[in-house]
């Protein structure tokens, strides 16, 4: 991939801005910018010195900040260190800590997951259990943004905790060395009948790397086709949505196309590699929360008739953001241009666009007009038409699951004890798991285990009708078997289990079981209306 940067234009810019600062002022229209920038600091001066209650300048500078910061856009933003620290740990996927995943339940820290070859795992810490103190001071009443900032830390340093378990009488402590923890963004298997699927959850600075080698091993496996899952990934580093539509596609073919208001910081990425497979047939899932780097990935697929795009459209955030580093420690991100994918259509979605959510749609049957009517038409490498006006518009839109009637219900009576028996749940799986060590990955959600939830449930004080609750064995047994493989076995495992009744999922392997090409996916896909397939293939 070619990526083009301009670095020293952008800082020499800004240099000239500070050094002729003041006389740009000076110049402004009449004198007004000047004028401006005296009744600012007269603002704060009085406010500072009078107002009501007291109020530390520093406050004010940063309230007038983050004011002027909002009437851009969504996206511009002052980076506090603090919030810097974020950012890396989400681009990196690499941070010093324990290596646990923790929720509030009950009102107490619990652990629910440990990640193997970590410290926690080492410690002997396992899901269920409750965080009751750190470094000897009480987590009574913590919610979990409160327990990271205290969880993790430097490698080699220590943190000394003090456990609640199931099972045992009275809390015991437990010292853990921190470490490097890196967190997975990416997760492979093989669904079925040759079918793979690889779920991305975000643009990591090894997204392509973990992807390439998941589709290695999937080859290895037998897959004849593959399902990228990008449903709910909010996106990450431009290079790395590059490098991974580089997989794909032939070296020197355009992926995406950065346009600034100042033309010669206007950029074109493309592909350098050669791709992994390019006879494999490929199905890119997404919804209203792929975003960024999951539209370039979509888009260029789409455009270069790589893949075929299946879901509802998607979000729309198709604006580039530029890092400037500021004082003390603190970045300006700030929005610098927006991306076009190679038919030349905008992704960025603009704040009087169509509703996402009515896009979305809640059934079967063609995307709203609202979604489509002043959309403009594009056309891939192949002629096949696709739609501009922001985000990514599925090749196939297909809704995703909703409730049922007797579903909805039981959702609806449990009110504001949802919480609570989410909770509960999740602590039967706990006891369920420390009661048969024996359980394996393929477990079968049967009768006994829903009446023992149900009676547990009871114990718990979650008041649930019966009638409804057996109505619900369908959505009550996903959601026990997907807390059962989070407790006791790994990532895939419970990736797996979170795939059941998956609409979306389902077309895509269907249609991936009938097509030979991608070239024949396509053909399929056009004349797929939700049922049976006008002609499966044999593969």
Do not use: C
Not at 115 to 133: C, F, K, S, W
Not at 147 to 168: E, T, W
Not at 221 to 232: A, E, F, N, T, Y
Not at 373 to 397: H, K, L, M, N, Q
Request: proline content about 5%.
């Amino acid at each position: 991939m070619q990526l083009k940067r301009s670095f020293w234009k952008p800082a020499t810019i800004g240099l000239i801005a500070v050094v002729t600062g003041g006389w740009l002022l000076q110049q402004g229209d009449k004198g007004n910018v000047y004028l401006n920038s005296r009744v600012l600091q007269d603002v704060i001066r009085a406010v500072s010195d009078r107002y009501v209650d007291s109020v530390d300048p520093a406050d004010l500078y940063d309230m007038a900040i983050d004011g002027l910061l909002e009437q851009l856009d969504p996206h511009t933003t002052l980076l506090r260190p603090e919030d810097y620290s974020d950012l890396r740990l989400t681009t990196t996927g690499n941070y010093g800590g324990l290596g646990i995943r923790i929720d509030e339940k009950d009102d107490w820290i619990t652990v629910v997951q440990t990640l193997p070859n970590t410290p926690a795992e080492r410690a002997g810490l396992r899901p269920g259990d409750r965080l009751i103190e750190a470094d000897g001071v009480s987590m009574a009443g913590w919610k979990p943004d409160e327990a990271v900032q205290v969880l993790r830390g430097p490698k080699g340093a220590a943190v000394d905790l003090k456990i609640m378990r199931v099972g045992m009488p009275e809390p015991f402590p437990v010292r853990i060395v921190r470490d490097e923890i890196h967190v997975e963004y990416v997760t492979g298997l093989m669904y079925d009948d040759g079918v793979g699927y690889i779920l991305h959850q975000t643009f990591s600075a090894k997204s392509a790397d973990d992807i390439r080698r998941e589709i290695d091993d999937l080859k290895d496996q037998g897959m004849k086709g593959l399902i990228l899952d990008l449903r709910r990934n909010p996106g990450g580093l431009l290079e790395e949505g590059v490098a991974v539509t580089d997989i794909f596609l032939d070296g020197g073919t355009e992926v995406v196309e950065t346009r600034s208001r100042i033309p010669d910081q206007n950029e074109t990425y493309y592909a350098e590699r050669r791709p992994v497979d390019p006879d494999l047939p490929v199905v890119v899932l997404v919804d209203l929360f792929s975003a960024s780097a999951s539209e370039i990935v979509a888009g260029a697929l789409q455009d270069h008739d790589r893949a075929l795009v299946l879901g509802v459209p998607t979000y729309g955030k198709g604006s580039v953001q530029t890092l400037y580093p500021m004082a003390g420690g603190s970045y300006l991100k700030m929005t610098t241009a927006k991306w076009y994918t190679p038919s030349g259509r905008s992704i960025h979605r603009e704040a009087d666009g169509p509703h996402l959510l009515a896009m979305a749609g809640e059934s079967d049957g063609p995307i709203s007009e609202t979604g489509m009517s002043a959309s403009a038409v594009f056309y891939t490498t192949a002629g096949r038409e696709v739609y501009g006006g922001g985000g990514i518009t599925p090749d196939v839109i297909i809704f995703a699951d909703t409730l049922n009637t007797v579903e909805r219900e039981f959702r609806t009576a449990l009110g504001e004890q949802l919480s609570a028996y989410a909770d509960a749940v999740f602590r039967f799986a706990v006891e369920y798991t420390n009661d048969h060590p024996q359980l394996r990955p393929d477990f079968r959600v049967d009768r006994a285990m829903l009446a023992q939830l149900y009676d547990w449930l009871v114990d718990a004080g979650v008041e649930t009708d019966r009638q409804l609750y057996d109505g619900s064995r369908r959505l009550v047994s996903r959601e026990l078997a997907i807390q059962l493989a989070t407790v006791a076995f790994d990532d895939v495992t419970a990736t797996r289990r979170r795939l059941a009744i998956d609409r979306q999922l389902e077309t895509a392997a269907e249609l991936l079981r009938a097509a030979r090409s991608q070239e024949q996916l396509f053909e399929l896909a056009a004349q797929y209306e939700g049922d049976e397939l006008p002609a499966a293939a044999e593969r």
